[in-house]
């Protein structure tokens, strides 16, 4: 293996370490930093994701709520308790855990969430501030991989050129707004690029954000680039891996994520440094 390993887990630690510190700070302020999680239905995978995001606030000295919900919960019921968390001084984060149940339109549902608690960044105001370059909060899985990028020194990507395959809301195309404002010279891929490896082996920077095993092998990736891999899939045998084809792909990268350990411990880590900042903002 050439490449070094960016360790999401030893990342995380450091930067919640901090959190944690500003939660105390906070405290003797009498102000303790409130989370609420709303989970609507009985997905199992969002069930696993919710119940780590509570974890991570309790060990940070954040408060958090759970709200569980029946699949059959309505859209109006759910608008409901998004206006009653956005009324709640204790609550200084709003999370709806994605996907809802298909009769709720989640468009209508992140809307409806105050978006100075946007702790998510979903908001079409957080978008657009990261957009122009205002203040707002930043979606936490592309802004997990921007404190990755920075813990290995690349924090100004002035000359160095990005490639992200993936245009989701949540990851791609806020990647490369991050990307963009970090100075970076940046392409987006997808499932309509002609040639994906064409563009991935002129970067020096490369985010897999698709969802499929193997989407970046190593004959697309350029001796000594950076591998950030945002996917989260299994194996054949059942076993989690990313979208890139990790035992090859090391050899040729730099540096490169490991899946799990790399960026999904990092995405819950940027969403307690989302709700921390939104509760001393006040
Ligand atoms: N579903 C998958 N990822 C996320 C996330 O980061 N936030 C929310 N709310 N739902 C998700």
Redo the contacts with the bound molecule.
Sequence with gaps: MSAQLIDGNALSRQLRADVAQRAAALGVRGITPGLAVILVGDNPA?AV?VRNKVKACAESGLHSVLERHEASMTQAELLARIDALNKDPSIHGI?????LPGHIDDHAVIEAIAPDKDV?G?HVASAGALMVGEQGFKA??PYGCMKMLESIGRKDLRGQHAVVIGRSN?VGKPMAMMLLAANATVTVCHSGTADLAHHTREADIVVAAVGKRNVLTADMVKPGAVVIDVGMNRNDEGKLCGDVDFEAVKHIAGWITPVPGGVGPM?ITMLLVNTIEAAERG
């Design positions: 969002s994701y999370l709806v855990q994605l996907p998510d979903f936490c899985t949540i995405t």
